[in-house]
Nanobody, 121 residues
Framework: VQLQASGGGLVQAGGSLKLSCVVS????????MNWFRQARGKEREFVAG????????RYADSVKGRFTISRDSAEMTVYLQMNSLKPEDTAVYYC???????????????WGQGTQVTVSS
């Protein structure tokens, strides 16, 4: 599977951004699409995941109620709508595929390139 992320940028605190991840070459092992993020000097952390077929979703506690993951099967794209952004959301955001539900980066199969999100205070 190939993953192409885009949509990052600079936004003020309280603002919104929508990230996209175009998926190609989906295989039977790519059951879940995930968003991770990595802030400078920190480990990569799970943000949200969605089962490609069923559409069931999971979120990290830190983004619940603010971020929404979705997928468009026709467009083969996974989205991350980020609202009420905070400076602590500043990070490089990555999309990643996995065969099953994961909570750590080590469980991911394939990664897209990152897209930088910077939230100013």
């Amino acid at each position: 599977v190939q993953l192409q992320a885009s949509g990052g940028g600079l936004v003020q605190a309280g603002g919104s951004l929508k990230l996209s991840c175009v998926v190609s070459g989906l295989t039977t092992s790519d059951n879940v699409m995930n968003w991770f993020r990595q802030a400078r000097g920190k480990e990569r952390e799970f943000v949200a995941g969605i089962r490609w077929r069923e559409g069931t979703k999971r979120y990290a506690d830190s983004v619940k109620g603010r971020f929404t993951i979705s997928r468009d099967s026709a467009e083969m794209t996974v989205y991350l709508q980020m609202n009420s952004l905070k400076p602590e959301d500043t990070a490089v955001y990555y999309c990643a595929s996995s065969s099953e539900r994961i909570t750590t980066a080590t469980g991911a199969g394939s990664w897209g390139q990152g897209t930088q999100v910077t939230v100013s205070s």
